[in-house]
């Protein structure tokens, strides 16, 4: 209950916070529809252009003045540069169904929409991370990070037993929470470190562990206690999932994936079920994380545990390949096409 501020009404502070609440909803609301009524102009404009270039076949010099015409109309307004435009021309023949523009991307930042364009060739994977963008409120940056690390790779590929163990929708949506391989490459240690060097750094930079962790995890604690019986017993990382609404244990292991680490495992979620889980929780979840794994063991060893748990490797140097390329042009490679356009155009008319 509020306190109540000398000289006003009773609820007036109470009052106040409802209404802070409505202003905040409502500007959030007008940023979105002012954002995905920009990308909808910036995709009819770059349609037009495409549209255009292909019935008159004009050039680079075409851009080039709509550039500064509309530069010279709007000075208030960014985005009306010739690479931008080019962009637009992209955007468009990129997303030829308006429907997708408006329903996802055009929920998306302009600089969102352009990361995508210029890192992804596959239409079906530019839409898979628009929508993750979308659903789970990434920034730029975030975008960025898990294009690099190429996410749609690796998430839901870690071996687990959850459909056995867990009742579905759950069991999958916690399958495709895990990963494999995660990887720590910002710890800045090489592949010589030990179990506790990985923990403490992993704890230092717990805001990286948990972007790389996904969305949803929650640090509860390192080397969190356990008494059972009057023996103690040390978790070496305990979180909360709040999209699974579970607590989750993880295990690191700086060797290979071993049968007897599932056991240790399992009996770490029995005791976080029985001792630290709420009524109201689900079922604790554990991961292993290990130097390497012989898959078709770890799928054996899962299969005779009680408890829900995934196997995944981790590395400490990236292994991954390079960045996706896209297979849409450049902005020098669009402005050269356009010249050469130009200079055709400029040849059939002398002859």
């Known amino acids: 209950m509020s306190k109540q501020i000398a000289g006003l009404p009773a609820d007036y502070a109470d009052w106040l916070a409802v209404i802070k609440a409505r202003v905040a909803t409502a500007r959030q609301r007008a940023a979105l529809a002012a954002n995905a009524e920009l990308i909808g102009l910036y995709w009819q404009l770059g349609r037009e ?7 008159q076949g004009w050039g680079s010099k075409v851009i080039e003045r709509l550039a500064r ?21 992209a955007f468009a023949e990129a997303w030829p169904d308006g429907a997708i523009v408006q329903q996802t991307v055009g929920r998306l930042p302009w600089g969102h929409n352009v990361l995508l364009l210029t890192r992804l060739k596959e239409p079906a994977l530019r839409l898979y991370y628009a929508e993750r963008a979308i659903s789970e409120g990434w920034s730029r940056t975030t975008l960025e ?8 790779e690796r ?9 056995a163990r867990l009742p579905a ?9 895990l990963k494999d391989p995660y990887l720590f490459d910002f710890l800045g240690l090489g592949d010589e470190a030990h179990e506790r060097d990985i923990e403490n750094a992993l704890v230092r930079h717990v805001t990286h562990f948990l972007l790389e962790l996904g969305s949803g995890f929650a640090f509860v604690g390192r080397q969190f206690r356990l008494e059972v019986e009057g023996e103690e017993f040390f978790i070496d990382l305990l979180f909360y999932h709040t999209r699974l609404k579970c607590y989750v244990v993880v295990e690191l292991k700086a060797t290979a994936f071993k049968p007897e680490h599932a056991g240790q495992l399992n009996f770490y979620l029995t005791a976080v079920d029985r001792r ?57 490679e669009l402005e050269s096409e356009l010249m050469s356009i130009e200079a055709e155009q400029a040849e059939g008319s002398d002859e």
């Open 169 to 177: 929708p759950h069991s999958q949506l916690a399958h495709e929470t």
């Open 155 to 163: 998430e839901g590929n870690a071996v687990t037993n959850f459909q």
């Open 276 to 332: 630290v889980k709420a009524p109201e929780d689900n079922p604790t979840i554990g991961l292993l994380l290990c130097r390497t794994k012989n898959r078709t063991v770890a799928e054996y060893a899962l299969s005779g545990i009680d408890k829900p748990m995934g196997v995944a490797e981790y590395q400490l140097v990236r292994a991954l390949p390079e960045p996706l390329v896209t297979s849409l042009p450049t902005v020098e």
């Open 69 to 89: 015409d509309l530069r010279e109309a709007f000075p208030d307004m960014k985005g009306f540069s010739r690479a931008n435009l080019l962009y637009m021309r």
């Open 49 to 55: 252009i495409l549209q255009r270039q292909a019935a």
């Open 145 to 152: 990070l898990n294009l690099r690390n190429r996410l749609h």
